[in-house]
C-alpha cells in the first residue's frame, strides 16, 4: 500500500472529486440501523470540503442485480450522513445522466452530493468500460476509500481508476496499513482466531495465516472439520467432506512450521438449531452421534483467552459458535471479553465477528474494527484486492 497515491499525495483544492464510499449499510424499514460505515468514511469527506472540493459520493447498496429497487435506494443514507456531518447533502435519483450533471453544476466549493446505488446499472458489476467512463467524466480526481468493496472489481471502484487520477482516502489507507502491518511486520507472539462457518472461504486464510502466526486458533463451525481430520467423531456437526484432507495438511504443516494450531478441547452440544435445545458439554473426543456442536466449551474458553492475553498481536475473524443463539453465545463472548482484556493489539476483522463484538460491547476495547469482512479475509488471504491495485503508484 506504501506504493499507492493517497489523498494527500494530489491536489484536490476546488477539484471536482468522484469518492467511492462503502455505504453498504444494514437497514429496516427505511432506516439505517447501523452507521459504523458511514462515519469511517466522515475524515475522508470532512478533508475535501476542507480542501474545497466539490464531493461527488458513489456507493452501492445490497444486491439489485443492475436494475432500480426502491428499498435500496441511498435517500436513508443521505440523510444519516447529512445528520452526521450537520450540513446538507444532496442526493440524486441516478448515477450519472443529465440530473447528475445539472446537480454537479450547481455545487459550490464543499458542496456535498450523494449519487444514487451504483449497483442499479448492469455495467457496474461488469466493470463495464463505458460505464467507468462515465463515471469519470463526472469528476477530475477518483478517491476510493470503500474498502469493504476493494476486493471487487467492479465500474466504479476499479474500471474509473484508469481514466482520471486515482487516490486512497483515508479509511483505505488506515484498513490496508493496518491489517498490511500485522501481516508483514507483526508483534509477537501473534495470534490469529478464525471460527465462523464457512470453512471453503477461510481455507486458504488457514493456509496463509500459518506461515506468519505463533498461535492460530480455531473455533466455530470450522473447526469441526479439522476435529474429524485428527480422526474423532463429530456427530452432527458442520463438515466439509472434502476438505478433510486439506485439514490433515494445514495441521502437518503447522506442526512443521512450529506454529502452535489450537483446537477447541471441549464444546456444548445441542440437540437442536435453537435456544430452547437440550445441551450438553463434552470434550472434543466424545461428541456424540446425533448431537452438533454448537459453540466451544468452558476449558476451550479458558485456553483460548490466557493465549490472547499473553499475545502482543490478535486478528479475529469468525465466532466461535452460533453466537446468534443466547444458549451458544458463551464461546464467542468469552474470546470477546480477552480481547477486550488483552494489552496486545486486537484487529477485528469485519463481518459476524464484528457484529458480535458489537453486540457484546466490546467494540470501544477493540484496536481496529475493520469495515470490510470479504475484503479483509482476501486480504489476509494474501490476495491482490482490485481497488487497491487500480491505483496509481507513487
Ligand atoms: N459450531 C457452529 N455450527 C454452525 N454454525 C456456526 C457454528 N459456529 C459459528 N457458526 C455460525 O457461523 C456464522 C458466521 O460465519 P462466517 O460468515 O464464516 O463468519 P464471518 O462473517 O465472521 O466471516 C454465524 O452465523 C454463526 O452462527
Ligand atoms: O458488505 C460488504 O461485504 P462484507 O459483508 O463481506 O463486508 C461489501 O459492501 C461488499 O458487498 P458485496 O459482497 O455485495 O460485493
Not at 111 to 132: S, T
Not at 202 to 217: A, M, T
Not at 312 to 336: H, S, Y
Request: charged share 25%.
Amino acid at each position: 500500500m506504501n506504493e499507492k497515491k493517497s489523498i494527500q499525495n494530489v491536489d484536490v483544492k476546488g477539484k471536482k472529486v468522484f469518492c467511492r464510499v462503502d455505504f453498504n449499510v444494514p437497514m429496516q424499514d427505511g432506516e439505517v440501523t447501523d452507521d459504523t460505515r458511514i462515519r469511517a468514511a466522515i475524515p475522508t469527506i470532512q478533508y475535501l470540503i476542507e480542501q474545497g472540493a466539490k464531493v461527488i459520493l458513489a456507493s452501492h447498496l445490497g444486491r439489485p442485480k443492475g436494475e432500480a429497487v426502491e428499498e435500496l435506494r441511498l435517500d436513508p443514507v443521505a440523510k444519516r450522513l447529512s445528520n452526521l456531518m450537520d450540513r446538507t447533502v444532496t442526493k440524486t435519483d441516478e448515477a450519472y445522466g443529465s440530473e447528475v450533471d445539472e446537480a454537479i453544476s450547481q455545487m459550490e466549493s464543499g458542496d456535498v452530493l450523494l449519487l444514487e446505488n451504483v449497483r442499479f446499472y448492469p455495467g457496474e458489476e461488469k466493470n463495464d468500460a463505458e460505464l467507468a467512463k462515465q463515471f469519470a467524466n463526472l469528476a477530475d480526481v477518483y478517491v476510493n476509500d470503500a474498502f469493504g468493496a476493494a476486493h471487487r472489481a467492479h465500474a466504479s471502484t476499479e474500471g474509473i481508476a484508469h481514466h482520471i487520477p486515482a487516490v486512497a482516502g483515508y479509511l483505505m489507507e488506515k484498513e490496508l496499513r493496518v491489517l498490511g502491518n500485522a501481516l508483514q511486520d507483526p508483534d509477537r507472539p501473534f495470534t490469529a482466531i478464525i471460527g465462523g462457518a464457512k470453512v471453503k472461504d477461510k481455507i486458504g486464510v488457514i493456509d496463509n495465516l500459518i506461515d506468519k502466526v505463533d498461535n492460530l486458533i480455531i473455533g466455530g463451525g470450522l473447526a469441526y472439520t479439522f476435529v474429524k481430520a485428527q480422526g474423532y467423531e463429530i456427530g452432527k456437526s458442520l463438515l466439509e467432506e472434502d476438505k478433510i484432507e486439506t485439514a490433515k495438511e494445514y495441521m502437518k504443516k503447522a506442526e512443521e512450521k512450529g506454529v502452535n494450531f489450537v483446537m477447541p478441547v471441549d464444546v456444548i452440544v445441542g440437540d437442536d438449531f435453537s435456544n430452547d435445545a437440550n445441551t450438553q458439554t463434552v470434550d472434543i473426543n466424545s461428541i456424540p452421534a446425533d448431537w452438533e456442536a454448537m459453540d466451544i466449551g468452558p476449558k476451550s474458553i479458558e485456553k483460548y483467552s490466557d493465549i490472547v492475553k499473553n499475545s502482543k498481536l490478535i486478528i479475529w475473524n469468525g465466532p466461535m459458535g452460533v453466537f446468534e443463539l443466547e444458549t451458544f453465545a458463551n464461546g464467542t463472548k468469552g474470546v470477546a471479553e480477552a480481547l477486550g482484556q488483552t494489552e496486545g493489539y486486537t484487529v477485528i476483522g469485519g463481518g459476524d465477528s464484528a457484529a458480535a463484538v458489537e453486540k457484546f460491547g466490546y467494540s470501544d476495547q477493540m484496536d481496529h474494527m475493520s469495515t470490510g469482512g470479504g475484503a479483509s479475509l482476501e486480504f489476509m488471504e494474501g490476495k491482490d484486492l482490485p481497488g487497491v491495485v487500480a491505483l496509481n503508484d507513487k
